[in-house]
């Protein structure tokens, strides 16, 4: 039986707020189906995938919006194990049966949001929260004062398809208020001030695994959410078929000095 899982448009928002931090991935455009081969061919599309996180790295919901740009008026074909699904575009129904998406919509943009049945990605976060070296949650951490520290561990996940940690580099990213952060220390991150805040990035290559350790004395501590970057590492690079395993082979002796290096300079820190 045809099911009609039309949703009004409401305004977009794909990360939910906690008591003190939220925690949000966004997985760029992604050039590899994410879901079983159809039958029927879809129709071409971009997608982006939106995941919510707990306060701890352990994963709530993972959002796919699904991008169109039609010729002409028609009819889109797509397929995904969602369940539920939601206009952002108009009052176009959307049809759903059998893990395929139909849509009978106008010439131009069309935009719809699924939401997957299966809550796996491809890395494994996992983030401690200590203050004054007692491990506590993010809630407890509203309004308190003390040594502050925040650790972040990034494993790939074994039950995911690996060629997503293997050609996606990630960009973690904190804001820190420096009225309520003093002392911070954030080894590997990249830092700016913008106003009153230091933003700290640290960017994990494709296929790398990593721990990230930030301190801070804090007082009356509130903090922004965390957000997590996945973009696909793509190079625009001619090489000839007899050529390619010499040029793979020089891109991973250059990946593992990247890593040596990185090491090397923790090490002499």
Same mark, same amino acid.
């Given at each position: ?55 701890? %790295? ?11 740009? *039609? ?34 919509? /106008? ?6 949001? %699924?939401?997957? /049945?299966? =809550? ?22 509203? %309004? ?11 494993? @790939? ?35 700016? =001030?913008? %106003?009153? =805040? ?10 790398? @695994? ?18 997590? =970057?996945?973009?696909? *590492? ?19 002796? *250059? ?15």
């Amino acid at each position: 039986m045809t099911k009609n899982l039309l949703q009004k448009k409401n305004s977009f928002c794909v990360r939910r707020r906690l008591t003190v931090l939220c925690l949000g991935i966004f997985l760029g455009f992604l050039a590899i189906p994410l879901f079983a081969t159809a039958m029927e061919e879809n129709t071409p599309k971009q997608e982006v995938v939106y995941v919510d996180l707990a306060s701890d %790295g352990m994963v709530q919901d993972i959002y796919v919006v699904n991008m169109f740009d *039609l010729s002409a008026d028609g009819q889109i074909i797509d397929y995904g194990d969602y369940t539920a699904l939601r206009n952002l575009t108009n009052n176009d129904q959307i049809y759903f049966d059998n893990k395929t998406v139909k849509i009978d919509t /106008k010439a131009g943009k069309f935009y719809y949001q %699924g939401t997957l /049945k299966e =809550n796996t990605l491809p890395w494994l976060f996992d983030i401690v929260y200590k203050l004054n070296g007692r491990v506590c949650s993010a809630q407890e951490l509203a %309004g308190k004062s003390g040594n502050l520290q925040i650790s972040i561990s990034v494993r @790939e996940n074994p039950a995911c398809n690996s060629v997503f940690f293997e050609n996606y580099a990630l960009q973690i990213a904190l804001t820190l208020d420096t009225e309520k952060c003093r002392n911070i220390d954030a080894p590997g991150a990249t830092s700016a =001030n913008v %106003g009153r =805040n230091r933003s700290l990035t640290y960017t994990i290559l494709a296929g790398q @695994e990593k721990d990230i350790v930030l301190t801070s004395e804090v007082s009356d501590f509130t903090m922004e959410g965390i957000s997590i =970057n996945g973009i696909p *590492l793509t190079m625009d690079v001619e090489v000839n078929p007899g050529e390619y395993d010499e040029w793979n082979r020089q891109m991973q002796d *250059l990946k593992d000095a990247v890593i040596s290096l990185d090491d090397g300079a923790n090490d002499v820190k």
